[in-house]
């Protein structure tokens, strides 16, 4: 359903010349993930597998905010406040947040990027829009709402990469969200850049970090811990 072998085979050509290059094998990124502590030690104990849901911003996947640590935990808190009336469990009415260091490879797409990864997109969201299978968008684009047509292209757009055997290890792309400073401006007060996992095992090491003693200036950001040996289930 993709364009035509010729496209594909150009992604694939990329793919293929970016895994001979030192710089992507050595390229690291750090992210920041936010939660109830209960839900990420259950992310955990799952080894970060995650299906996506209808409405995810970048398709299924786990996933991060880059380099933003403050914005992990004001998530943290909204998540947590939401499940406060129903909460049982201490643990999932306490906000938290882990520094994840996350391995680039050749098989993220990147949008922070011009590439060919736009076309991929591109050509899905034609697809399903010939289909009439092309949902709207609902909201605002700088609203804290779904993106139901977001996620339907994307999803779209891997299942079809999969079948020419492309495989997607991330996916990461910068938004916008929140009120701009001023009318009219194109700086917003929760832009941010979000990375989402489809391939857990770029995620190299974890750690929970206590944002009132935890400061970046004097974090050794090459040697986080390694990430902890699943627990077994009681």
Known sequence: MLPNDTFVERVKQIVSQRSMHDAFRERVVYGFHGNSRYAIEQSRRRGFQRE??????????FYFWQDAP???????HTICR????????????????????????????????????????RSAAGVLERLDRLPAQSGKVAASDLHRMDYAIIEMAINELRLYGVEVD?????????????????IFDKAHVQITVRNPGIIRAHEFIDLDEWDMRDRDWANPRPPAPPRESP
């Open 52 to 61: 996506g849901l209808d409405g995810d911003w970048l398709g299924g996947g």
């Open 70 to 76: 403050q914005r992990a935990l004001s998530w943290a």
């Open 82 to 121: 939401s499940t406060s009336a129903s909460a049982g469990v201490p643990a999932m009415r306490e906000p938290a947040v882990i520094l994840a260091r996350l391995q680039m490879t050749e098989k993220w797409i990147d949008l922070l990027e011009e590439s060919e990864w736009f076309g991929v997109l």
């Open 170 to 186: 991330a996916m990461r792309s910068a938004f916008i969200e929140g009120a701009g400073i001023a009318p009219s401006s194109a």
